[in-house]
């Protein structure tokens, strides 16, 4: 049976809507999707931002404060390990005699060795600077002696 253009016609009407609905849809999903990348995108940057604000507001609450020498110490045993600073690159403490600055957990006896001079007695009050470089990476943690409290 054969049949003519005027029936053919239609057919193929819906047909070519059939593909252009398609290719409609393929590209509306497609722009969704990368959306949805670049969303996925900033919440992830976002959320890394956060988790290192939070990771550096233990060190970062020392900023500014006047702080006992015994709470120096602590603050060295906190924060410093074997393997290196934790959170930062290195502790710098001027005790009024000279600058020392410590890498790694090795070096607390120099801070309790009363007659050294990387000195730390307890009753010393020194001022906390947090220095932080261009991207808001805490680099050094700086103790600077301040006064000494009489007791």
């Not at 809507?17 to 409609?24: N, R, Y």
């Not at 393997?83 to 006896?109: E, H, K, P, V, W």
């Not at 007659?115 to 307890?122: C, D, Q, R, T």
Request: with cysteine; proline share 1%.
């Amino acid at each position: 049976m054969k049949r003519n253009s005027f029936e053919i016609a239609p057919q193929a009407l819906f047909l070519a809507a059939g593909v252009i609905l398609s290719i409609a849809l393929i590209s509306i999903m497609t722009l969704q999707f990368e959306q949805s990348r670049q969303m996925t995108g900033e919440v992830n940057r976002k959320m890394l931002d956060m988790t290192e604000s939070i990771k550096n507001s233990e060190i970062t609450q020392y900023d500014g404060l006047h702080i006992s020498g015994a709470e120096v110490r602590n603050f060295y045993k906190l924060y410093l390990t074997s393997s290196g600073a934790r959170g930062f690159d290195q502790m710098i403490i001027d005790n009024g005699a000279g600058t020392r600055a410590y890498l790694s957990s090795g070096d607390f006896a120099k801070l309790t060795d009363s007659k050294g001079e990387g000195y730390v007695a307890p009753a010393d009050i020194y001022l906390c600077t947090v220095e932080q470089n261009a991207n808001g990476i805490i680099t050094n943690v700086r103790f600077e002696k301040k006064e000494k409290t009489e007791g």
